[in-house]
Nanobody, 122 residues
Framework: QVQLVESGGGLVQAGGSLRLSCAAS????????MGWFRQAPGKEREFVAA?????YYADSVKGRFTISRDNAKNTVYLQMNSLKPEDTAVYYC??????????????????WGQGTQVTVSS
């Protein structure tokens, strides 16, 4: 079982930055692809970024967001720069089962955190 706890959300002005963190309670952390998804009110949960050995991104955040991981700390990060009002959402950390490739499909992730709110004001 994998437990995930996100932190770092908040309120920021457009153009600002935030860094989200997700701490995982699993010994095999380094073998799990980790992902970030987000869900705005009235919308489907959508892929933001994922990382196994390298990161990959949704087109909407490419060049502005950076995903990284620290396997020694069992933590994955999402650095968000040049934030826009349309980035406002609840951001969720997710994990795949060990030793499988990365994916942008939310149904491929069985483990989820509780989410952290990010609000970008214009």
């Amino acid at each position: 079982q994998v437990q995930l706890v996100e932190s770092g959300g908040g309120l920021v002005q457009a153009g600002g930055s935030l860094r989200l963190s997700c701490a995982a309670s699993v010994r095999t952390f380094s073998t799990h692809t980790m992902g970030w998804f987000r869900q705005a009110p009235g919308k489907e949960r959508e892929f933001v970024a994922a990382i196994n050995w390298s990161g990959y991104y949704a087109d909407s955040v490419k060049g502005r967001f950076t995903i990284s991981r620290d396997n020694a700390k069992n933590t994955v990060y999402l650095q968000m720069n040049s934030l826009k009002p349309e980035d406002t959402a609840v951001y969720y950390c997710a994990a795949r089962v060990p030793l499988v490739p990365g994916s942008s499909k939310k149904d491929d992730y069985p483990y989820w955190g509780q989410g952290t709110q990010v609000t970008v004001s214009s």
